[in-house]
Each structure stands twice: as structure tokens, then as C-alpha cells.
């Protein structure tokens, strides 16, 4: 069984630049959620996606958008990058099954530095 | 405003003891809560988790435990380990949360040889 992979590891960008970010959910899942992680803080959610729609979204601005693939891979895309956006950015698929509760489990994520 | 608090930033634990790790929440709606272990550079690993229409759930030398009327959840790990020396969160969401876990800010263990 594959778990969840992110792609790259690591990102340096300036002010204003465009990232996209991307994620392989493990086998057998058609859920992704992401997560911003910020240093000293918990993962704050970004939004999720569900058989390749937005299912929930996070308090993010709009300049993050994302988007789930027919294999249930998935990219996170941000614009007009901000100093504050450096983070480390993780990345969660799950399997939920008819409204019961679910596990999310993560990959390794991707740390971005915006300078 | 925190809806999953944990309080202690960081605790340190001898090898072979008992490390206890607090969580206490606010919004009554949520009914499930997890806890993830997180080394530095990966992304967390989930260790364990518990319904809420249960107060007690055990996985090897992990066991959660579930104070609902004081909204407090509460790992154990008995015996600690060196290896278990990481950051760890609590995190907790609800039926129609639609993914969203929230997250506590962590509890940094360390467990001394």
C-alpha cells in the first residue's frame, strides 16, 4: 500500500510569484485535504476535495485554489504570493465511508519559503 | 479562537515512565478527536483516535482518553519511549465538519534515556 506523497520538498519563491504544490493520496482514497502548517502552530485547514469537487474550505482568500484529478491526486495552487505565506504545506487523503467518521493521513509535505 | 487547546508546549518524560499529554476543546459538536506524532521534516502520523460516544480507546502503550462533560481528552503512553520523542497534536472535527480537522498548537514530548 502507497502512502501519501507530496511533491517537491522544498520551494523558494519571491513576493508575487504563482506555486503549485502536488499530492498523491494513498491507495484506495478519493479524499485531499490540505493544511497550511505555520512554525510553532497545528496544521490549519485549506480545503478539501472530494471525487475531483471542492468539499469544505478553510479561512483562506480565494488566491488559493486547488484541484483533484480523476486518480485523486491533487495540486495545491497559490497566487500572488505573501511573506506569510511560508509555511510548510501538508497534504491529507482519506476514504470517508457514507457521513462515518474518517482518518486523515498525511504526507511528508512540502516547505515553502516566500521571500 | 482556539477550539482545541493544548497547554502544555512541552513536557519531558524518564524512559519506562507514564507520559500523559492534555487536550481540551470548546465547541461541544465534535465528535471525534485524533492524536498524530510528528518527527521534524515529515508530516504527521496518526496514532490513535476516539468517538465520541466512547471514553476510553487503547492501542498497544497508547490509550485516549475521553472526559466529554469537562471537554477534555487525555494520551497515555506507558511504557515512554526514547523514540517517542516528538510533537504531538490533537485534533478533533464533526459529523458535516467536511474534512476540517482542527488542530492544537502541540505538546513537544521528550523522553530521556
Known amino acids: 500500500e502507497t502512502g501519501v506523497t507530496q511533491s517537491p520538498t522544498h520551494l523558494i519563491k519571491t513576493r508575487g510569484q504563482q506555486v503549485t504544490l502536488r499530492c498523491s493520496s494513498q491507495?484506495?482514497?478519493?479524499?485531499v485535504s490540505w493544511y497550511q502548517q505555520a512554525l510553532g502552530q497545528g496544521p490549519q485547514f485549506i480545503f478539501q476535495?472530494?471525487?475531483?469537487?471542492?468539499?469544505g474550505r478553510g479561512n483562506f482568500p480565494p488566491r488559493f485554489s486547488g484541484l483533484q484529478f480523476p486518480n485523486y491526486s491533487s495540486e495545491l495552487n497559490v497566487n500572488a504570493l505573501e511573506l506569510d505565506d511560508s509555511a510548510l504545506y501538508l497534504c491529507?487523503?482519506?476514504?470517508?465511508?457514507?457521513?462515518?467518521?474518517?482518518?486523515?493521513?498525511f504526507g511528508p509535505g512540502t516547505r515553502l519559503l516566500v521571500l | 479562537d482556539q477550539q482545541v487547546k493544548q497547554n502544555s508546549p512541552s513536557l519531558s518524560v524518564q524512559e519506562g515512565r507514564i507520559s500523559i499529554l492534555n487536550c481540551d476543546y470548546t465547541?461541544?459538536?465534535?465528535?471525534?478527536f485524533l492524536w498524530y506524532k510528528k518527527y521534524p521534516a515529515e508530516g504527521p502520523t496518526f496514532l490513535i483516535s476516539?468517538?465520541?460516544?466512547?471514553d476510553k480507546n487503547e492501542d498497544g502503550r497508547f490509550t485516549v482518553f475521553l472526559n466529554k462533560s469537562a471537554k477534555h481528552l487525555s494520551l497515555h503512553i506507558v511504557p515512554s519511549q526514547p523514540g517517542d520523542s516528538a510533537v504531538y497534536f490533537c485534533?478533533?472535527?464533526?459529523?458535516?465538519?467536511?474534512?476540517?480537522?482542527?488542530f492544537g498548537k502541540g505538546t513537544k514530548l521528550s523522553v530521556k534515556p
Open positions: 485534533a478533533a472535527n464533526y459529523g458535516g465538519s467536511q474534512g476540517n480537522l482542527i
Open positions: 476516539i468517538s465520541s460516544i466512547k
Open positions: 491529507a487523503s482519506s476514504s470517508p465511508r457514507g457521513g462515518l467518521q474518517e482518518t486523515q493521513y
Open positions: 465547541n461541544s459538536m465534535f465528535d471525534y
Open positions: 476535495y472530494y471525487r475531483e469537487e471542492e468539499n
Open positions: 491507495s484506495g482514497h478519493n479524499t
